[in-house]
């Protein structure tokens, strides 16, 4: 018995000692197959100065683990102005939780006084996924780390420069150093980057390394050391950024950061490489979902329209290239990806299926070192090219060549991939079209330097290309023109001649340059020839009281044959006349309408931009026809019509404004769309006020003054704040008989009105009251209401 029972001890001594392996074994492989940084912190701290690994997810601070120190986040919303306050953007990391830098106002603060840092030896690591880079304002980098006063050369510092180039850079406080990354070596937009920068005194070197490659090196003199600066540790922002303005910043990273860390010693090669290899090796994850351009963190700002097309964030200029293929409505639109300023100008892209709802897309087109545009992909248009493939003509901005503005041409990767939504795109190596100098006209020479905003259409076997310029005589500025290039194959262009030239002189309004040339058909008048309407945006050389905002027009014939058009009246004629309507381009679409797009000025100061995140918006997508009286028809798309939700005031029987205002006195709205018709009776002024407080302290009106046959907005009283542009603006618009037709669109800051099918009057309010939401009809003598409709409307996104 008592032999049995030793042998079952041993068996079950054994199994234990066997299950114990296993374990001990399990546990093994499993912290194997972790990156060292999913592991339990084992690495020595004697070495590390500093940690930080952006696993909060929430909150506004970020804490150094070393020292268990909280710092905070710099971020416009933590505590915002016309919305409700917000996170910063937490995203997913390599390792948990990383930080979204914004590009213009995130950055994190840290505290230095409980750094210790060698002078003579240092390592900096960090995961870096960039989304966009910067144009590289004063020469100096956008930092990941920034702990440098390169003016008294000291500090040390850590930052991407244009088009993905990259840098470190140090002082000894009598010399300043710089190593750059080798060309190979550029950071991929959309992608992680694991970045190493080693400072070693002991072997006299400074060493870059990108994903566990060397990238770059500098030897230094013996016995160097860094000299540390009397400033904060910056990570996203440079110490000493550059300035766009008084109010922005620039130098800051635009992208992920994450699982940042200072190393007190100079790491060894091999231990650089293997720490990348076992960390992800070659599969490094997709970031391109977190680094997504994201419309929620503006939800609830009272400014921002919902309706009408926007930015998904920051600066949008002019919406133009409106395409119609496979089924899809393209726009794509002047796109700054650092922040709500003009500058490092991209295409942006967006689709719709109706005009109206919108789907935004990755940026279309980049600047790019050593292709045709390294300084900006500004204005331009698109085609579907003879072989049925979309095609974006584009001004490529080169500041190294003289002029730096020429046309590039980007073809759509359609035929090859399928892909509906024409997301990648290859830009031909070369500028196609390159203004001459001294070209002579009738009227002057051609202004060398004014070239840009490409309108390419077919007609009859040759493309035809317009592009924005201006005439000079000696040094005097005649006006605007736009120049006329065809071509067989949309590479190679011939300069044909002006297509119009403009009079500066009796014509101030039409400003000095040309830009953003529209020409499209109309519709037949009754003779039956196609008419056109030939649209500019003027251009000021110097101030003037017309600059920024107004859109004009002609109506006239084209000539095929002779590549001419010829006006059918002399003076330009005003399309909207309020004074926010820039910026036009436009399309023929597929049902065969003259679709025109526009931006609508914001007007706000730079810190309003500033405080918001975002400026500029385009108006609604309008259609433009040949009415029976040779007049121009403006209306918005039928399709407009798509973004009603709710009906909330329909009269269709004459009444009195005073019987009208008592039914509508508790309707209210900041997303609206208003039909309205007024008789004028014995009227000299009707009209309607919109966004009009309780008190009647805030409010907007529009009225027609049938007298002066004058179409005007009086914003006196639109807003209290005392940085809100306020006044009457206004003009002429003629109509035949005494009932005043308005469709009015309220879009939150957005105001827009039709007026009897023949112009449009587009403005901006930014009421400072929550309450400002009501509607009064206005009327100066007797007047009669004859219909009346108010729809709540949806969003567009």
Request: no cysteine.
């Amino acid at each position: 018995m008592k032999r049995y029972l030793f042998i079952f001890f041993i068996i079950v001594t054994a199994l234990i000692i066997w299950f114990k392996t296993e374990e001990l074994n399990n546990e093994q492989e499993q912290v194997e197959e972790e990156p060292p940084e999913l592991q339990q912190e084992d690495e020595s701290l004697e070495d590390v100065a500093a940690v930080w690994k952006f696993d909060e997810g929430t909150g506004t601070t970020t804490v150094e683990t070393r020292s268990n120190q909280e710092h905070h986040i710099q971020y416009v919303f933590n505590e915002a102005v016309d919305k409700p306050s917000s996170d910063p953007l937490w995203k997913q990391g390599v390792s948990g939780h990383a930080l979204l830098f914004d590009g213009y106002s995130t950055w994190v603060s840290a505290d230095t006084s409980g750094l210790n840092l060698p002078e003579d030896a240092m390592t900096i690591d960090a995961w870096v996924a960039p989304r966009a880079f910067e144009w590289g304002n004063e020469g100096k980098l956008s930092s990941i780390i920034s702990f440098h006063n390169q003016e008294e050369n000291q500090g040390f510092h850590l930052g991407v420069f244009r088009h993905g180039t990259w840098s470190f850079q140090f002082g000894t406080g009598e010399e300043w150093f710089e190593v750059w990354a080798d060309e190979e070596f550029r950071l991929p937009r959309n992608e992680w980057s694991h970045l190493v920068a080693v400072f070693s005194q002991e072997r006299n070197e400074v060493v870059l390394y990108r994903n566990g490659e060397q990238a770059g090196r500098l030897e230094i003199p013996p016995h160097t050391q860094i000299a540390l600066p009397d400033q904060e540790l910056r990570i996203g922002k440079n110490n000493d950024p550059a300035k766009i303005s008084d109010t922005f910043d620039a130098s800051l990273f635009n992208g992920l950061i994450d699982e940042v860390k200072l190393y007190q010693t100079a790491l060894e090669p091999h231990i650089i490489v293997e720490r990348f290899d076992q960390f992800f090796g070659e599969e490094l994850p997709d970031p391109s979902s977190e680094l997504a351009w994201d419309r929620s963190r503006y939800e609830g700002d009272r400014h921002r329209p919902q309706y009408h097309f926007t930015p998904p964030e920051h600066w949008m200029n002019e919406p133009h290239a409106p395409l119609y293929f496979n089924g899809q409505y393209h726009l794509f639109y002047q796109f700054n990806p650092a922040g709500p300023y003009w500058g490092g100008i991209h295409w942006g892209h967006a689709v719709s299926d109706d005009l109206i709802h919108w789907r935004d897309l990755p940026i279309a087109l980049a600047p790019e070192a050593d292709q045709v545009d390294p300084d900006g992909v500004w204005s331009g248009d698109s085609i579907i090219d003879d072989e049925g493939n979309p095609a974006l003509f584009f001004t490529a901005g080169n500041d190294s060549m003289r002029p730096n503005q020429m046309t590039g041409l980007a073809r759509s990767t359609f035929l090859d991939d399928q892909n509906p939504d024409l997301v990648h795109w290859i830009k031909h190596p070369e500028p196609v079209t390159i203004q001459e100098e001294e070209i002579q006209t009738e009227k002057g020479t051609v202004w060398h330097g004014q070239f840009r905003d490409p309108f390419v259409f077919k007609s009859g076997d040759k493309w035809v290309q317009l592009v924005g310029s201006g005439i000079k005589d000696g040094e005097e500025s005649v006006g605007g023109t736009a120049l006329v290039y065809t071509s067989d194959n949309l590479i190679d262009w011939h300069y044909e001649h002006p297509l119009m030239i403009g009079n500066v002189l009796n014509y101030p309004e039409t400003g000095d340059v040309w830009e953003l040339p529209i020409l499209l058909p109309i519709g037949k008048n009754d003779s039956g020839e196609e008419k056109y309407v030939f649209l500019i945006n003027p251009w000021f050389d110097g101030d003037s009281e017309y600059a920024v905002k107004y859109v004009w027009y002609w109506i006239g014939s084209w000539d095929d044959e002779t590549y001419q058009f010829i006006p059918d009246q002399e003076d330009p004629q005003l399309l909207d006349v309020g004074e926010h309507f820039t910026g036009p381009s436009g399309m023929v679409d597929d049902k065969g309408r003259a679709v025109v797009f526009s931006i609508t000025q914001d007007r706000r100061t730079e810190e309003s931009r500033y405080n918001a995140g975002w400026a500029h918006n385009a108006g609604l997508p309008i259609v433009l026809s040949l009415r029976d009286n040779h007049r121009l028809g403006v209306e918005p798309v039928q399709e407009v019509e798509r973004l009603r939700e709710e009906h909330l005031y329909a009269l269709d029987t004459p009444s009195t404004i005073e019987d009208v205002n008592q039914q509508i006195a508790d309707l209210s709205g900041d997303m609206l769309e208003i039909e309205l018709e007024i008789e004028r009776k014995e009227a000299q002024k009707v009209g309607i006020k919109v966004r009009q407080s309780p008190d009647q302290e805030e409010e907007t009106l529009l009225f027609y003054d049938f007298d002066e046959q004058m179409m005007n907005v009086d914003r006196e009283r639109s807003s209290l704040s005392d940085h809100v542009e306020k006044g009457i603006q206004g003009g002429k618009v003629e109509f035949e008989d005494d009932l005043l037709r308005l469709r009015i669109f309220l879009d939150r800051s957005m105001v827009e009105a039709y007026i009897n099918g023949v112009n449009s009057l587009t403005t901006r309010v930014y009421p400072s009251r929550d309450d400002s939401l009501y509607l009064e009809l206005f009327s100066e003598g007797e007047s009669e209401v004859q219909k009346m409709n108010v729809w709540r409307m949806g969003s567009a996104y």
